[in-house]
């Protein structure tokens, strides 16, 4: 495995190219090294914001190709930013509506999008807390962040056009960005509980929420979670993939370590019913998945 980190210069004075070529090259690595800071900076900035739109506009502006890491010395700097009248709540004291009822289903698509806000967090924290894995890696994770945020995006609008909702206007629980923070010193642990775990629950629980609000008549939120769901299959076999990378890199047996990690690490319990056709494309094998029964 190559793991590589660019090493930025100072930027070379336009002066210098007469003198020396060879400082057109200089030059070059300069600008190159100032948009890997200006995207870094706003992947940062994007992590940080309280607005959900800004938030959401902001990731959709990240350049991809230009980012490279750069270790954060204050870790109070890697603290998401959140809307700041969104009420956290324990998950046993989130209100329970019918969806049969309007407010019902309302309450159900924001607890989704407050999913996927929390989402964007996640994969823009596993490319901003762990600066020595290879490019792909932060490729991948943005990538994912942009897609988290398209979810947000069209959850936001279908609550504010259909439901006169906006996010913030429910209570939430903040169990995926929990399980983030106890995962911040191990980016195996982190690659292994958050896609692997809480947000493989997403394919297993999907399609049964899609048919009862198929069966409400919603069926704009059937579309967007069948995008969802698309789009998640994908995000958890990123993180199967990162998982099974780190695995073979410590010399570790995947099996094993993620059962070590869930104990140590406190994740909850899987429970069924599982999407194991889902879980399959999205890259689990055959052994993990005959390990949830």
């Known amino acids: ?162 439901y006169k909702t906006s996010y913030g206007d429910f209570p939430v629980h903040n169990g995926l960005w929990e399980m983030a923070a106890r995962t911040q010193g191990d980016v195996l642990a982190r690659i292994a509980l958050v896609p692997r775990v809480l947000e493989a629950r997403g394919l297993d629980v999907t399609p049964a929420i899609a048919a009862k609000l198929r069966q409400a008549g919603d069926l704009r939120s059937v579309e967007i979670l069948d995008i969802i769901l698309r789009d998640e299959i994908g995000h958890v076999a990123i993180g199967n993939k990162w998982y099974a990378s780190l695995c073979e890199a410590a010399q570790c047996d995947p099996i094993a370590t993620f059962a070590q990690l869930r104990t140590k690490y406190r994740a909850p319990p899987m429970r069924p019913p599982f999407n194991l056709d889902a879980r399959r494309r999205a890259g689990f094998t055959e052994l993990e998945l005959k390990e949830l029964s």
């Open 1 to 162: 495995m190559h793991w590589s980190i660019l090493v930025c210069r100072p930027k070379s004075a336009p002066h210098v190219f007469r003198q020396n070529p060879r400082a057109q090259i200089a030059h070059t690595e300069a600008e190159i090294c100032h948009n890997a800071e200006m995207t870094f900076s706003a992947a940062l900035h994007a992590f940080q914001l309280t607005d959900s739109n800004a938030k959401a506009a902001a990731v959709f502006a990240l350049d991809i190709g230009a980012f490279v890491p750069h270790a954060i010395a204050d870790d109070a700097l890697l603290t998401p930013g959140f809307p700041a009248h969104l009420q956290f709540v324990s998950p046993q004291a989130v209100p329970q509506r019918a969806l049969s009822t309007p407010p019902g289903r309302a309450a159900l698509l924001h607890a989704i999008a407050h999913i996927e806000y929390n989402a964007i967090h996640l994969a823009l924290d596993a490319a901003l807390r762990f600066p020595k894995m290879p490019h792909a890696y932060y490729e991948d994770w943005l990538q994912v962040a942009k897609e988290e945020a398209l979810h947000f995006s069209l959850l936001a609008a279908h609550l504010a056009q259909h």
